[in-house]
């Protein structure tokens, strides 16, 4: 493994469960990647952390810290000496901005500083910070400098990938936020961020942006960086420009500007938090390995494979930005190809579901009125240095919230044979989840029209042509319904029941396969 981010500990942990010996490089001091070197530490608790990545650790698996691949150690190195590689190194570096004086000194991108702050560096922002970016990352920034004693303010950059723009910028908005947020920690008391979007257009989490906010952070939507003005080699001011719109009519994002509202916003610091890029010096030139126009490693994701057999990759190098959970799955992803290349086998996986009848199954009293609760956090005044900001719930606060648990895996399960379309269950639904429709109504795909006319025993076409509104279909909004079985309990016919789904997957691999490369 290369790397020991959150995708590259899930392969390890995956691959010593099946009993190889795995072995990580780390190029810096300690492990977990972005999650120990990209989020604050008041964002998570290092202790905890630490505790999870012993407990792979303790499966066997090596970890050699400070080991970079690309100089001394090399890919094809790792490829001799071992039946499978793995790239895990995320994207570890900031995207600079492409205007006006971006290579001024006290011009940094988030992820330095962010690197910086969490390997304990000394940081010095100055007094007045600004931040660019829209994302979660210039919202940490701005906080970060503050931390730092110094005013930052953010703007959000044009993203170059408009289709994976989504995800991305979220990732991005919500380093932002990181960075604002460690500002503040770092001591720095003026701190602003810029956007491009309008409030209702940032793609940042509307918790991200409260807890900024409340922080002391200011926020400046439709306001975009127009140049960086400079004195003596060192960044003295943005000159800002205001945003005419952010998306044209097709819905993409191509930012347009109005020309005559430019202005200069003094800085001793500009923190740019635009995007994050991968360093693919690790892959020592190796050209095998096709890249993505977006600079990231193309992989089949279905088994995490790159276009070199024996090498495989995940996380953000081969995603782009994402939460840590999807880290984590494109972990579990890579481990199972790297295991099917391995023994040069295709795996089965074997689905075993059961469904179980619950005749009891009612929501508690009042259970419409219990409120969502923010997890309890430290108070303003509280917020400095390492410490986490979230404190967690109470045992019995912990009970309340889980209480609020719709359970998804309970659903209403229809049995047509015993409808007399009464349209009780329609009537009583608190939430208009359910109607009773005739089959000329529906306009469904391919799967409806199989279930459809496996009842029907002839054409949807043929069957409508004589007989338009002779059947009806109950229809669903699975979203909106909460399993409160009110229309279970309201159906004369025991029609409707409440069903819990449960499944467990079994995995085993198949015959030799010459296919598997």
Not at 87 to 103: D, K, P
Not at 146 to 172: I, K, P, S, V
Not at 207 to 216: F, H, K, P, T, V
Not at 241 to 270: A, H, M, R, Y
Request: hydrophobic share 40%; aromatic share 6%; proline share 4%.
């Amino acid at each position: 493994m290369i790397g020991s981010g959150p995708s590259g500990l899930t392969v390890a942990h995956d691959m010593a469960i099946l009993g190889h010996e795995v072995t990580i490089y780390e190029a810096g001091p300690k492990s977990g990647g972005m999650l120990r070197y990209g989020v604050p530490v008041y964002r998570i608790d290092q202790d905890d952390m630490d505790l999870e990545i012993q407990s792979i650790l303790d499966l066997g698996v090596e970890i050699r810290y400070e080991t970079p691949i690309g100089e001394e150690i090399t890919l094809a190195d790792l490829r001799r000496e071992n039946d499978a590689v793995y790239l895990g190194v995320g994207l570890m570096e900031g995207r600079s901005l492409n205007i006006e004086g971006s290579e001024l000194d006290g011009v940094i991108t988030a992820i330095d500083l962010l690197l910086n702050y969490n390997l304990g560096y000394k940081v010095e922002l100055g007094k007045e910070v600004l931040v660019v970016g829209g994302g979660d990352v210039a919202m940490d920034a701005a906080r970060t400098a503050l931390r730092l004693g110094q005013a930052t303010a953010d703007q959000q950059a044009a993203l170059e990938e408009t289709e994976a723009r989504a995800e991305e910028e979220a990732e991005t908005v919500s380093t932002a936020l990181d960075v604002a947020r460690t500002a503040i920690r770092l001591g720095v008391v003026d701190v602003k961020m810029i956007a491009l979007e309008d409030w209702d257009e940032m793609p940042a989490s509307e918790i991200e942006l409260e807890e900024a906010l409340e922080e002391g952070i200011e926020i400046f939507p439709r306001t975009g960086p127009n140049r960086i003005i400079g004195e003596d080699g060192k960044v003295k001011a943005l000159e800002v420009i205001q945003v005419e719109s952010v998306f044209d009519e097709q819905g993409k994002f191509n930012p347009k500007f109005k020309p005559g509202t430019e202005e200069q916003w003094e800085c001793d610091t500009l923190i740019l938090a635009i995007g994050q890029q991968a360093d693919l010096s690790v892959l020592g030139g190796a050209e095998d390995i096709r890249i993505s126009p977006r600079g990231l490693v193309e992989i089949d994701p279905e088994t995490g494979q790159t276009s070199v057999p024996d090498v495989f990759a995940g996380g953000d190098v081969a995603y782009g930005p994402r939460l840590i959970i999807d880290a984590v799955r494109h972990g579990h992803v890579a481990a199972l190809g790297m295991e099917q290349f391995i023994q040069s086998r295709s795996l089965n996986v074997e689905t075993k579901t059961e469904w179980t009848e619950l005749p009891n199954h009612v929501m508690f009293e009042n259970w419409t009125r219990l409120e969502r609760r923010k997890v309890p956090s430290l108070p303003l005044d509280r917020r400095t240095g390492i410490s986490v900001v979230e404190v967690g719930y109470s045992e019995s606060e912990a009970a309340e919230q889980g209480s609020r648990c719709l359970e998804c895996s309970v659903n209403t399960i229809f049995d047509g044979s015993k409808c007399i379309l009464c349209n009780a269950c329609v009537d009583v639904c608190p939430w208009d989840c359910l109607k009773i429709v005739s089959l000329d109504m529906i306009d469904g795909d391919e799967q409806y029209r199989g279930v459809v006319e496996s009842f029907l025993g002839t054409s949807l076409e043929t069957y409508l042509v004589g007989n338009p509104d002779s059947i009806a279909a109950m229809i669903k909004d699975d979203v909106a319904c909460t399993r409160c079985a009110l229309c279970a309990d309201r159906c004369p016919t025991d029609a409707i029941t409440m069903e819990t789904f449960r499944f467990q997957e079994t995995l085993s691999l198949g015959e030799p396969n010459e296919e598997i490369d």
